[in-house]
């Protein structure tokens, strides 16, 4: 496999990193996008050279931005996740789900007045509230049952305006016959969609359900599609391109997913960069059925260039 | 509207039951197919005119099969509900999705030694020992939680060769893992799903999510689509026939749903009546956006003919 850069498009060969093709990657790139799970950690352990590689890239004056489609944590949770594995990261570097689940309802002027319904975790809630929405579900319909008695009628609040569905391993029945119940019932009310992901590295050793889960619960349920603010949606792309500016030609983004990673990067005209840490297996990257293919992959961070 | 039955077709608007074409109906049909939640049923209530119209059927000679998509009994559990219910109806004469779950791992000589895991409620668990498997998961896992801690394993069983999906009121994060580890890790595993309905009416005053909400939970967590035994699919019908010798044509399949009850019957050549005792309205019915024409529809029971 040749060393040398090409603009390969979506559907040409991913070329193997190496010394050389880094080199010349990380000449032509301001910016690094990375996805956290399966890429900077897979549960609470950090991927092997994942601190070294930061720092270099810091050192380097590089802009490093953190773009996880898992909304179970709110920026500030993430940015403490960070500091509890020893890496430094403000909550300005971190672009969550959760966080543009709720910058998609301030960019559309959703009615202050209107409630949120979550079926989700702590994350999508609080940044809700930072937002100014008032959130309902959660975390606090985790432990709830359903009475299905005669004459006994499921309540919900007839003023929500919109339910918000991301990864819960909290997840019950409850909560799903309100969210339908609301998306069904109450006029207008939007579906939101923190993402998609089949599944994720919630641990080291293994893959669990993701959002793309609960997600589909919900359309199966309530026979209608999520407006999706995660990856691949080039929302959160557009919000992090208000607040830096860098042309998406300087940035790369790093993921161990295709569907989601590797295509949000490539719809916004990005380099990109799969790393094998996470769910793409090599096999997975030169299936033929594959249409997917990033500019380059790797298996592991060179942490010095 | 015309009091004739003509032989409407798929996309023919349908015809309001009237007392002149229900005569019609009656006599040129020996077998009336019920769907029971919405029809029969709305929870523990039965729907107005149910228990003459049966009675009226039955001293006229009319064969009568009750083919539920609802899972959650076994076909004992739903004799047992309408004998609660003032109503005889023999084992015998339910087509329950359980039984034809149990009956479709029979029919492709599924390997005795091989386990199934069930998401899902107690009505498979008892068809499948019935029919002589072993079945896992069900009510039991409804309680369990999971462990997401560093280096510790969710344990599945690597002899389970099917997971059978239903409606599951007691679904959580647990289960999902079970079924989706089993699915993706375990090779050859089957995915098989009772039935795809949104909702149902499991209780009189509203609906709630179906199995179709469970059932679009593992194919989004496992990226694969199952095999539905239950209505629309002909697998029921094809087993009925062999019980039943009554042509397709001299039978009338009688539902609250158009995208599983008609659409069963029309797919296997029946005579077919819509009730909007269930989940279609009438809008729906004569939407422009539904091609799912039964021949005949009615608000209510004739008792009397």
């Not at 890496?87 to 789900?97: G, K, L, R, Y």
């Not at 295709?258 to 299936?287: K, P």
């Amino acid at each position: 496999m040749s060393g040398q850069i090409e603009n390969s498009g979506a559907k040409a060969a991913s070329q193997l990193l190496s010394p050389q093709n880094a080199r010349d990657l990380f000449d032509s790139v301001d910016a690094f996008l990375f996805d956290c799970d399966g890429v900077i950690w897979k549960g609470d352990k950090l991927i092997d050279g994942v601190p070294q590689t930061l720092e270099m890239l810091r050192s380097k004056g590089k802009k490093l931005v953190f773009v996880t489609n898992n909304s179970t944590k709110s920026r500030r949770q993430y940015s403490e996740k960070f500091r509890s594995l020893g890496i430094a990261v403000s909550e300005d570097e971190i672009f969550s789900s959760s966080f543009a689940a709720a910058m998609y309802l301030k960019a559309i002027d959703f009615p202050r007045e209107k409630k949120v319904y979550v079926i989700g975790e702590e994350g999508i809630l609080e940044e809700l509230e930072l937002a100014g929405f008032t959130g309902l579900g959660g975390p606090e319909d985790g432990k709830k049952t359903v009475q299905m008695k005669p004459n006994c009628l499921f309540e919900y609040d007839k003023s929500v305006g919109a339910v918000v569905v991301g990864l819960d391993t909290y997840i019950n029945y409850y909560k799903l016959q309100y969210g339908t119940l609301c998306i069904r019932e109450n006029p207008g009310c939007l579906f939101i969609a923190t993402n998609r992901d089949a599944v994720g590295h919630w641990t080291d050793s293994q893959e669990w359900p993701g959002a793309g889960c609960m997600v589909a619960a919900v359309c199966g349920s309530t026979e209608k599609e999520p407006i999706v603010v995660g990856k691949p949606s080039t929302f959160m792309m557009d919000f992090l391109l208000q607040k830096f500016h860098i042309s998406t030609s300087k940035m790369c983004m790093v993921g161990d997913r295709l569907d989601t990673d590797i295509l949000f990067g490539q719809n916004a005209g990005c380099r990109t960069l799969l790393v094998l840490s996470g769910v793409t297996t090599i096999s997975t990257l030169q299936d033929p059925s594959n249409h997917i293919q990033p500019d380059h992959y790797t298996s592991k961070f060179f942490k010095k260039l």
